[in-house]
């Protein structure tokens, strides 16, 4: 029975992992590869930027005043990759002190003394790219500048005069620039900060507008496939999809084309639901429809229309499949992280660990009772042998004064004749008669 609960417990545990692992954000075989080793990527030229005045404070330009208002606006601006239109934006100066580092289609811009943390992502920025290309099934981020700030303040002096700027952003995207800022510490102490899922996030936010030549696409698109693509993970996402799912809290994609919700509790499931339709729309058998989309968008049909001729169904319909599909994925799922869940398994635990020590107790008895028997057989044998060996005669003869033979056999016969008892006799007729 203890082995049985074992097991029991074993399957459930298994069945939690692989319904963690398939309802990640990316399916497998989706997520970014791995970069390919330095040597065949690090081909470029490190310049010390002789010293220059830094950026200068924001101007009241006549264009970007008129323009700035509605940066925010398009549809496919979200708040790390703000959209502002062409010729608005100017790309910002190198900030003295600052080197550079020019690897042909990009260029990083970096503190001397942020040498060590940037490093990481000049080694995997062309595997990043190779997969944002492949994905979109076009050439893309043919020329970008990536500046990485020591700090949130300093980047914000990073962004372009006029430009809009996130307030709470580890990085930002200026896709109409090619231009990508990042911070090395995040916003608030002690947060976790993944430096290299911040530059593939961007970058995948200025490889989609580099695909679609600019063309605007929904919000819930425009960061769907940022995250996706990225490979970022996030367990309370996954959590937030599976209770909205059971709840019946998810929210229509028409209300999230050009914004999301205020409400912190909405936009959270406004972004799991994001990531979690592009990865429908990106699964393995459907990635040529998703390369057909990005075309269709690319020649600038609106997105129902790039849907219809892509997947062949309209993007209501195509809504109501995925939410089939996420009804399958997560029904069972906020069960199994629900605590009601781990509580039992706590409880099957203690009953296993219980039946087992009883098991073992019950053998331990067992074995001591064998050996008791064993040492009272031992004893027995013991005293039956000294019994045996009293009642045994022992003959001891002396080799110093050896008796003849002759006189042991007379000393014998004189011996049993002294002891022979007398028996009556009588005579008769001449012969003696013994009496009976």
């Given at each position: 029975m203890g082995r049985a609960a074992a097991r029991l417990i074993s399957w459930c545990l298994l069945a939690l992992l692989l319904l963690v692992a398939g309802s990640s954000s990316a399916a497998p075989g989706d997520l970014v590869p791995p970069p390919p080793p330095?040597?065949?990527?690090?081909?470029g030229s490190t310049v010390v930027a002789p010293p220059r005045a830094g950026p200068s404070a924001?101007?009241?330009?006549?264009?970007a005043t008129e323009t700035a208002p509605g940066t925010n606006e398009l549809p496919s601006s979200v708040a790390d990759a703000p959209r502002v239109g062409h010729g608005v934006l100017r790309m910002p100066p190198i900030p003295a002190g600052f080197n550079?580092?020019?690897?042909?289609w990009v260029r990083f811009v970096y503190h001397p003394s942020s040498l060590g943390r940037v490093q990481p992502l000049i080694a995997q920025a062309a595997a990043v790219r190779h997969d944002l290309s492949e994905r979109l099934g076009f050439p893309v981020l043919s020329e970008v500048r990536v500046m990485i700030a020591r700090t949130t303040g300093e980047m914000e002096t990073f962004a372009p005069s006029g430009a809009p700027y996130p307030e709470y952003a580890a990085g930002v995207a200026y896709s109409d620039l090619g231009l990508v800022l990042l911070s090395l510490t995040p916003l608030h102490a002690g947060q976790e900060q993944d430096l290299g899922e911040v530059f593939r996030h961007e970058l995948a936010h200025v490889a989609l507008h580099d695909a679609l030549n600019g063309q605007s696409v929904p919000r819930w698109f425009n960061e769907g496939f940022a995250v996706f693509a990225s490979g970022e993970s996030s367990f309370a996402r996954m959590k937030t999809l599976s209770m909205s799912t059971v709840g019946g809290s998810l929210i229509p994609l028409h209300e999230l084309e050009r914004s999301f919700p205020n409400d912190e509790t909405k936009a959270q499931v406004a972004y799991a639901e994001a990531v979690d339709v592009v990865r429908f729309l990106v699964r393995r058998e459907d990635i040529h429809r998703f390369r057909t989309l990005i075309t269709e968008l690319r020649e600038a049909k609106t997105f129902e229309q790039a849907v219809l001729d892509a997947y062949a169904v309209d993007l209501a319909t195509l809504e109501l499949e995925?939410?089939?599909d996420a009804s399958r994925r997560y029904t069972f799922l906020p069960?199994?992280?629900s605590g009601t869940?781990?509580?039992v398994i706590a409880l099957g635990l203690a009953v296993w660990a219980w039946r087992r020590r009883k098991r073992r107790d019950k053998l331990v008895l067992q074995?001591?009772?064998r050996e008791e028997a064993m040492e009272d057989l031992h004893r027995e044998r013991a005293r039956l042998?000294?019994?045996n060996e009293a009642a045994r005669v022992h003959i001891v003869l002396s080799r110093g004064n050896e008796v003849p033979v002759a006189q042991l056999a007379a000393s014998a016969a004189a011996s049993a004749a002294a002891n022979e008892v007398e028996v009556p006799v009588v005579q008769h007729d001449g012969s003696w008669h013994t009496l009976h």
């Open positions: 330095p040597s065949e990527i690090r081909e924001p101007t009241e330009d006549a264009d550079t580092y020019d690897a042909g995925w939410r089939d069960i199994l992280l869940f781990f509580w074995r001591w009772a042998a000294l019994r």
